[in-house]
């Protein structure tokens, strides 16, 4: 009876130890966990919030101060340089869209250089204007904000 006794303490000491392995790996796994996600947190934090439903012309609105382009009060895009003087071309001093076409044909008359004698090419401003409305699209999910022609720049207005 004795060794029966003792056989059974050297199992329950067994099983003890086995508990308390699963435990501390359980414990491990767990901080793990944790971390991994608070880390997803921080990540998610830090993304650019993309809208869901298409955005409309009637929401944007232009700071011209900053450069950025907000949509619907939550998502916004930042310009800069070349692209941000063009866009800001496109809304009024209030930062609301202009319902008026910008010529590229004006853009080239008024970028006339006195000191070269030269104008810039139509195609730059194409170009430029082709790089917001990527950006338009990527950012705002939307394929229909900007029209950009070889002769024109606008918004499609609701």
């Known amino acids: ?21 699963v435990e501390n790996q ?4 767990s901080y ?5 996600a608070h880390m997803m ?13 298409p955005i409309l012309v009637s929401e944007l ?21 070349k692209q941000a003087d063009l866009l800001a071309r ?3 001093k209030s930062g609301l869209p202009k319902k008026t076409h910008l010529l590229v044909d004006d853009l080239v008359e008024e ?3 006195h000191a070269t004698a030269e104008y810039t090419k139509p195609r730059t401003f194409y170009l430029q204007a082709k790089e917001i409305q990527k950006k338009l699209d990527e950012g705002f ?7 950009v022609t070889l002769k024109e720049i606008y918004f499609n207005h609701d």
Not at 67 to 79: C, G, H, P, Q, S
């Open 1 to 21: 009876m004795g060794q029966n006794n003792q056989s059974d303490n050297s199992l329950d000491k067994k099983y003890i130890e086995q508990l308390i392995r």
């Open 26 to 29: 359980l414990e491990d796994i």
């Open 32 to 36: 793990k966990l944790d971390r991994n």
């Open 41 to 53: 947190k921080i990540v998610m934090e830090s993304l650019p919030q993309i809208p869901v439903t």
């Open 61 to 81: 609105k232009y700071i011209h101060k900053t450069k950025t382009l907000w949509a619907d009060e939550r998502y916004y895009i930042n310009f800069d340089g």
């Open 90 to 92: 496109l809304f009024t």
């Open 111 to 113: 970028s006339y250089d």
């Open 141 to 147: 999910r939307t394929k229909d904000l900007l029209t």
